[in-house]
């Protein structure tokens, strides 16, 4: 992925959120650190930090942002950066865009200075030197202006009961919500971060409830922040996945809670009871499962058990067809009971229990793994072809068991079985298993195998997989790589670089084709934008004079695409 192209690898959606960044010039800050590696500073829902490294030619290496998203690869504030750095490559570049320059941009040259600003001061410098009284007057101003801040301080301090405490931090988070929601109660995506701050807040609280060992507390407020961010997510554009991640932190907190070691056991069963009263009250419901594992996890008394037992197969008897007496939910509360039973019944019984739900894929994936740890490839063998068998009509699992086997194979030297499942694996469109089976023959067996896969793949004309170009690449099939390439236009892109400089006459041919092609195609900005990163791939190619000829004949051919246009001026 290159500064030029990136738009072609990333998410639509994300590439119009990243544009109005950068246009808004929410871009604050971008410092070259190191040769080629840059850090930018982007003001988002708060003040973000983007690093990305690039090679000379302007390929991104790597680039990482330090905001919550997680949702894709890349985020708009990446995305915001990358138009940055694009945008100061470009406004370095000769003023006269028609043609290409004859000489090369020197490296001094190939990048402008990029704006930077003054650096925040630190808060705790202001404030370190100011008296009692000044801190409290600012404080007192701030909480009288800001409801949101009066809320937070008289949380921060709070010496009411426990139960007052809970009200108080759901109403903090109800009013952070409320304020940020439009007259109908929806959070839109960019209200989304300033929405969660009071769920961030009292997430602090639970820190310092722990360091306090006040656990139960501190169980009690994590359940109050799932509560709200679950009923939040009803209503609000949670595609950053910001939301989810608060409610992902509080069951996080939940289990540092129930593995503390100064947990007593009298604040193990208050916990156990919180937990269980949350399943059992139905108030956050979409999360029993989560919550009914925590339980399990510090159900250490039979009477804890019995009562986990209980809840357990009240979600079995649930009258929701769809989900509770869906294999996967059976599947779940299975492995639930199995931790039970592994922590507190020992090896035998547990092994025994996995045997006995051997019909749920989580469990015949322990009974595998057992087996493949003990050298039982026998076992192995068994477990995995009735899966197969079992899940026929689901090709993933089908795929898991089958890899299982190979691997068994694998490790008792069964060569003929291992080559079996690779040959059937790599006309699936494998390249990986191709390398595999590979690797179990000789240089000289070899000579006479890979014509007869090579010629099956063609028959079953499965040459538009992109097994079939790996396989060509890996085995120096240039001639047969370029008709392929013919075939397929588009493809030069990505194997131009195994036809130079053998076939150089023949690529630049196939890119001006495609180049054409795409041109006709093209309407709108971003297509525009694609067509130049072409051109640029074929100048990258050695097709300097080829891309400046069809450069020229784009514009004589669309002189009515006033945004066409502007894009070529910048090739």
């Known amino acids: ?68 998203y997680d949702m894709g690869e890349y985020c708009k504030h990446q995305v915001a950066v990358f138009l940055t750095l694009r945008d100061g490559r470009n406004e370095s570049s000769c003023e006269d865009e028609d043609d290409f320059a004859d000489a090369e941009p020197s490296a001094a040259s190939a990048r402008r200075p990029l704006r930077t600003i003054r650096k925040a001061p630190d808060i705790r410098e202001i404030l370190a030197p100011r008296s009692k009284d000044e801190l409290v007057e600012c404080l007192t101003d701030i909480a009288n202006e800001n409801d949101d801040i009066r ?148 159900a250490d008394t039979q009477t804890m058990r019995d009562a986990c037992e209980k809840l357990l197969q009240r979600t079995d008897d649930s009258e929701d067809e769809t989900a509770s007496h869906s294999n996967f939910m059976q599947e779940r509360a299975g492995l639930i009971r199995y931790n039970m039973v592994e922590r507190l019944d020992g090896a035998e019984k547990a092994r025994a229990f996995i045997d006995e739900n051997l019909r749920f894929p989580e469990f015949r994936t322990m009974a595998i793994k057992s087996a493949m740890m003990e050298q039982d490839y026998a076992s192995v063998e068994r477990l995995a072809l009735d899966g197969e068998k079992a899940d026929h009509d689901m090709r993933g699992l089908v795929q898991r068991w089958k890899e299982y086997r190979y691997a068994a194979y694998q490790r008792s030297g069964n060569r003929e079985k291992q080559r079996a499942i690779a040959t059937e694996f790599l006309y699936d469109g494998s390249f990986e298993y191709y390398m595999e089976l590979k690797a179990t023959y000789g240089a000289d067996e070899w000579r006479s195998v890979y014509p007869q896969i090579i010629s099956k793949l063609e028959k079953q004309k499965k040459t538009g997989f992109p097994i079939y170009a790996s396989i060509l690449i890996e085995e120096s099939e240039k001639q047969k790589l370029l008709t392929y390439v013919k075939g397929s236009p588009s ?52 097709g300097k004079e080829q891309a400046v000829r069809i450069k020229q004949e784009l514009l004589k051919k669309y002189p009515r695409k006033p945004a066409f246009r502007d894009e070529l001026s910048r090739v």
């Open 151 to 298: 809320q937070r301080i008289e949380l921060y301090f709070f010496t009411g009961s426990d139960e007052d405490e809970i009200e108080e931090s759901a109403q903090l988070i109800r009013a952070c919500i409320s304020r940020h929601s439009d007259d109908s109660g929806f959070v839109d995506y960019d209200d989304t971060y300033e929405a969660a701050t009071g769920a961030d807040f009292v997430l602090n609280k639970i820190h310092t409830a722990m360091e306090a060992k006040r656990y139960v507390q501190a169980a009690n407020l994590a359940l109050c922040v799932i509560r709200e961010m679950a009923e939040l997510l009803e209503c609000a554009d949670d595609s950053d996945g910001y939301i989810g991640t608060k409610i992902g932190e509080a069951f996080q907190l939940i289990g540092e809670i129930t593995q503390c070691e100064g947990l007593d056991s009298a604040d193990r069963e208050r916990i156990f009871s919180v937990l269980a009263e949350e399943v059992e009250s139905g108030r956050s419901a979409d999360w029993n499962f989560e919550i009914l594992e925590y339980c399990s996890d510090i």
């Open 491 to 542: 493809d030069i892109e990505r194997y131009y670089a195994h036809l130079i400089p053998d076939f150089e006459e023949d690529v630049f041919d196939i890119f001006l084709q495609h180049i054409a092609q795409t041109a006709a195609q093209a309407s709108g900005r971003r297509e525009y934008q694609r067509v130049c990163a072409i051109i640029r791939k074929l100048k990258k190619a050695g």
């Open 1 to 68: 992925m290159n500064l030029e192209d990136f738009e072609n690898y990333i998410d639509y959606k994300i590439l119009a959120r990243g544009r109005n960044y950068f246009e808004d010039g929410r871009v604050l800050r971008v410092e070259e650190i190191r040769h080629n590696v840059y850090l930018a500073k982007v003001d988002g829902t708060k003040l973000y930090s983007v690093e990305i490294e690039l090679d000379d030619e302007g390929d991104i290496l790597d680039t990482v942002c330090d905001c919550p």
